[in-house]
């Protein structure tokens, strides 16, 4: 007769109980160029009193039910915007628990592989925070960008690339920091007029994300467009290069830029084009891009 999966847990906790040693070794990081949190969690068949070949289906079990357990908690941590967090959309009603666990599926998997000593069990799992920036787009089409009143003559630029990568002041606060990435940042002018939102862009932008997150190196590259090929392909051959000025929100992730630059995106309907395109890419400090969790 199989055993039921909360009998499995059962025997893990009581095999931990009696060996004193720990069961997982569980590794996880989240990259916010590549746009994936990646965990990797290795099961020690000796204090789960499990022995090959005939354990190593329950094996299996125990890492698939602990993988659940540990990407939920990270996934319910992410930052959606300046405000929010994916708990806070499931405490406000905006998801289900159900959604939540939709979020949490790995896009890609390792099969169950054995160290060469026999002695543990690996899982590596990539979830995807794309996807579930793509999920989170509600809006149909996107909202007018609108140009200035006094619109100023501005060339004709192939994308907009933020550098933020120092600590920068906080808006309304005595205090600094590193802008923080999250899935929906936004863009403001020292005016405090918002200049770029998720709901600018055209939804159809969803599969790639309306955000593209760099170390400020990579936009400063010995070639003749001064950036990797990947990025330029976002950006173009002659984007608009923006210095922020201070950060804003309560968690700092959103980048406040002079009123000046504002206005050469704004001003003429190829800037704005950008905005809708999503070919916005923030440069940051690489401390925060890529860091375990």
């Not at 746009?35 to 005939?54: F, V």
């Not at 708990?87 to 160290?115: F, I, K, M, N, Y």
């Not at 923080?180 to 405090?192: A, G, H, R, V, Y």
């Not at 790639?208 to 173009?236: H, N, Q």
Request: with cysteine.
């Amino acid at each position: 007769m199989k055993r039921s999966l909360a009998s499995l847990l059962l025997s893990c906790c009581v095999a931990q109980f009696l060996t004193g040693q720990i069961m997982y070794d569980i590794k996880t990081s989240i990259d916010w160029t590549s746009m994936e949190i990646k965990a990797q969690t290795a099961l020690n068949l000796g204090a789960a009193r499990i022995k090959l070949p005939g354990g190593r289906v329950q094996a299996e079990r125990l890492i698939e039910a602990e993988y659940a357990q540990l990407i939920r908690p990270l996934i319910m941590d992410i930052p959606v915007d300046s405000s929010r967090r994916i708990s806070d959309l499931l405490r406000d009603g905006e998801l289900t628990a159900a959604a939540v666990d939709a979020l949490s599926r790995p896009s890609h998997q390792t099969p169950p592989a054995l160290s060469t000593d026999m002695g543990s069990m690996r899982v590596s799992y990539t979830v995807s925070l794309r996807a579930i920036g793509a999920s989170l787009l509600r809006h149909s089409r996107p909202s007018a960008v609108r140009p200035p009143l006094s619109p100023v003559k501005a060339p004709a630029y192939t994308g907009i690339i933020i550098i933020a990568s120092g600590s920068l002041p906080i808006h309304g606060r005595n205090a600094s920091s590193l802008v923080q990435p999250c899935l929906f940042p936004k863009i403001w002018d020292t005016d405090m007029n918002l200049i770029y939102e998720r709901g600018m862009t055209d939804p159809d932008t969803g599969a790639e994300g309306i955000v593209t997150y760099v170390p400020e190196e990579a936009i400063f590259r010995a070639v003749p467009s001064g950036m990797d090929s990947a990025l330029e392909a976002r950006a173009g051959a002659n984007p608009l290069r923006i210095i922020a000025r201070k950060v804003f929100g309560i968690y700092p992730t959103d980048p406040v830029i002079d009123r000046s630059d504002a206005l050469l995106i704004l001003s003429t309907e190829e800037n704005r084009r950008l905005l809708r395109e999503a070919r916005v890419v923030f440069a940051l400090a690489p401390s925060v891009l890529n860091a375990p969790l």
